[in-house]
């Protein structure tokens, strides 16, 4: 069994902003693998099943927004039974061009809130994360609104690639392992 975690805000208006692109990803997962998301009895989450070449996974969505992500993450872990070695959170990363993309093994926060709430709720920064890339924000803006804000068209033009990719490197990762999925998917852009 795998946990794949996406993170975001629960609020359709936060939908097409910067900081639910954990949500989109793995919202695109279950709905290219059948999976049908339903509110979960154990945490404060929509939960999924689906089944990537033979590996059953848990997906789930946390409602308890950004910043306390890592309450809904423990509580879909314990049901679950599994650890930070089988489990993946997909997010957002302004450390990242618009369209790049990082899978790590482990690591800190970063600088993060809903990936510093998932390590403290765990206890453990030994779970691989899918970083996904919005850019800096302009001189002047604040880091805050720049992730809660609207993707730009020029963005959400590039976001089918986007997802794209990070469900081919999730797909790996969940198959073939987290090595493989980092060689294959950790290539800069030229």
Known sequence: MRLIVGLGNPEPRYVHTRHNLGFLCVQALAEGHGGRWRKASFAQALTSRIVL??????????????????????????????GPKDMLVVYDDMDLDFGDMRLRAAGSAGGHNG?????????SRNFARLRLGVNKPKPGVDPVDHVLSDLTAAELKKLPDLI??????????????????????NQRKV
């Open 164 to 185: 794209n990719n990070a469900l081919s490197c999730v797909r790996v990762w969940g198959t073939e392992g987290i090595e493989k999925a980092m060689n294959q998917f």
């Open 115 to 123: 990936v510093r709430s998932v390590i403290e709720h765990l206890g």
């Open 53 to 82: 070449d033979a590996v059953e996974c848990s997906l789930i969505l946390p409602l308890t927004y950004m910043n306390n992500s890592g309450l809904a993450v423990k509580q879909a872990a314990a049901k679950s039974g599994v």
